[in-house]
């Protein structure tokens, strides 16, 4: 990381970054370092049923870190009895979300949290197509639309859960 923030104050590099995949990493990443931007999972699963990503995106508004995000339309993680529904997405290691409209209300949903400047779209060429195609068409996403998304997380298995950590 010395090398690495030594190039940024040279003036060699312009911003900084960090990828994880857990609150506690990212948290301890924002504390130790100044980043520029965090790459981080933010899905209306994870948020609503797994208390994934608040304290994170509450930490990385407060020091002015950008967030992309990845996973805005993953549904949640595959269940045993998908053998078969799986078969048809051996590349993604759960369950996307292949229903247009409800795509658009995760991504759009995603892209609705504070903070948040971009949304990787999948590396399934189909469901990548998806995601750039609703993203064109972006809108902040509606409290009806929030509320739908709540309801059908209380029914999910998220991606990711976290314990919730208190940020002084």
């Known amino acids: 990381m010395k090398t690495i923030l030594d190039a940024k104050k040279a003036g060699i590099i312009r911003y900084i970054g960090f990828s994880a995949h857990s609150p506690e990493a990212a948290i301890y990443a ?26 994170v995106i509450k930490m990385a508004n407060e020091r ?40 658009r209300k995760a991504l759009y949903w995603t892209l609705s949290q504070p903070g948040v400047v971009a949304a990787i779209p999948p590396g399934v060429d189909t469901l990548f197509r ?20 709540k309801q059908l997380a209380a029914t999910l298995d998220p991606l990711f859960t976290a314990k919730t950590l208190s940020i002084a």
């Open 30 to 55: 924002m504390e130790n370092f100044d980043f520029d931007t965090i790459l981080y999972p933010v899905n209306f699963s994870c948020h609503y049923r797994g208390q994934f990503d608040q304290d």
């Open 130 to 149: 998806l995601a750039v195609a609703l993203a064109a068409d972006y809108r902040p996403v509606t409290e009806a639309e929030a509320e739908s998304l």
């Open 64 to 103: 002015g870190v950008a967030i992309l995000t990845l996973k805005a339309i993953a549904r949640q993680k595959w269940q045993e009895q998908d053998k078969e529904e799986r078969q048809k997405w051996p590349k993604t290691w759960y369950e996307p979300i292949i229903d247009p409209e409800w795509a």
